[in-house]
């Protein structure tokens, strides 16, 4: 019986970095049953295609492969994104995380890491390459801190929008505009989220913010 062949996907801005993916690709173990050059194009091969991975690139013409991610993940969550990209900075590792990919690599990322990378995808694992593995980990953490931050102070998403908007010093007028609420119910929040975790002042809460991880300094 013949091995079932990984179907593959690209999207990238480059032509010289999807025909050099195409190269590295064995065609006897996977089959590419698209190209893109931008995040809707991508998403229109995955309704005619629906490949088993998509190796996605970040920056990409009218719409970016993290707004591509998050829709593709959504409509068609039996598809892998694996987000092979120049960029290593912990807010863009974030990001494709949160958007729902599978995997991070680095474009400097040696061949052996691709195809380990894609296939760790079509077994339902994650990877990631050797050059994101500490920021990874220290998202992770961050991450699992803020959820148990979250659930041991019963924080609601909408609690920690504003303390992380009261860390960027925003006032109250500024924030409820942000989330389409008014001032009189920032207001009412901030109280609330003193009473929840024992604080005083906005001072207070941006102290807990700092000491609880859900809010970091910028560099």
């Known amino acids: 019986m013949p091995l079932q062949k990984i179907r593959i996907a690209i999207a990238d801005d480059h032509q010289i970095c999807r025909d050099g993916l195409i190269s590295m690709l064995d065609p006897e173990f996977y089959e590419i049953v698209g190209e893109a050059e931008n995040g809707e194009k991508i998403i229109e091969i995955v309704r005619q295609s629906l490949p088993d991975i998509i190796l996605m690139d970040i920056q990409m013409s009218k719409m970016d492969g993290i707004e591509a991610t998050k829709i593709i993940t959504d409509k068609f969550p039996s598809v892998h994104i694996i987000a092979l990209t120049m960029h290593g900075q912990e807010s863009y590792i974030t ?37 994101t593995t500490t920021s990874i980990t220290k998202i992770i953490k961050n991450k699992n801190r803020n959820s148990k931050t979250q659930l041991s102070y019963d924080l609601t998403e909408t609690d920690i929008k504003i303390i992380k908007l009261l860390c960027d010093e925003y006032n109250s007028e500024a924030i409820g505009r942000l989330l ?14 003193q009473l929840k975790i024992n604080v005083s002042s906005t001072a ?16």
């Open 204 to 219: 207070g809460i941006i102290k807990f913010a700092l000491e609880n991880g859900i809010y970091k300094t910028r560099e």
């Open 95 to 131: 990001e494709m995380l949160d958007a729902g990919a599978s995997g991070y690599l680095l474009k400097t990322a040696l061949k052996v890491e691709i195809l380990e990378a894609i296939k760790s995808a079509s077994q339902n694992k994650q990877y990631y390459c050797k050059s």
């Open 180 to 193: 389409f609420l008014s001032k009189r119910t920032i207001d009412g929040a901030r109280l609330r989220i």
